[in-house]
């Protein structure tokens, strides 16, 4: 089952989910083979997932662009991604909120999320708080 009647719902899960992109997820052009899936954000069978909050922190002294993405499969490099940032500056040693609770979205288990940065310093961080609900 892709999408659990969320009326119904069992279980509520509060989780967080991170990834700092390495220098083998940089991508320059911006497609999405070059991504970072943040993996923990692809439901369970039987579960969809409602993202509360996707924020990036930049620990380094330049500012670095950033996209974060919900793709069409669970593997996202199998994927088509569709935007939710897209090449966005992060200034340097400061915090990008890429999405909250007040647009917040779901990810069945047909769907991933994933990120890139102009950089894989090991710079930035992306974490994600969502809800696991079945």
Do not use: C, R
Request: hydrophobic share 40%.
């Amino acid at each position: 089952m892709a999408n659990p009647n969320i009326v119904n719902v069992t279980v509520i899960k509060g989780q967080t989910a991170y990834v700092s992109p390495s220098t083998t997820a940089v991508t320059t052009s911006w497609t999405h083979d070059g991504t970072t899936a943040l993996t923990g954000l692809t439901p369970a069978a039987n579960t969809v997932n409602k993202i509360d909050s996707i924020v990036v922190a930049n620990t380094s002294n330049a500012a670095v662009s950033v996209s974060v993405a919900i793709s069409n499969n669970p593997v996202y490099a199998s994927g088509t991604p569709y935007y939710i940032a897209y090449a966005v500056s992060v200034p340097a040693n400061a915090v990008l909120v890429v999405t909250d609770k007040t647009t917040s979205f779901y990810v069945t288990e047909n769907q991933s999320v994933g990120v890139s940065a102009s950089t894989g310093s090991g710079a930035l961080t992306f974490v994600a708080s969502f809800e696991a609900i079945t």
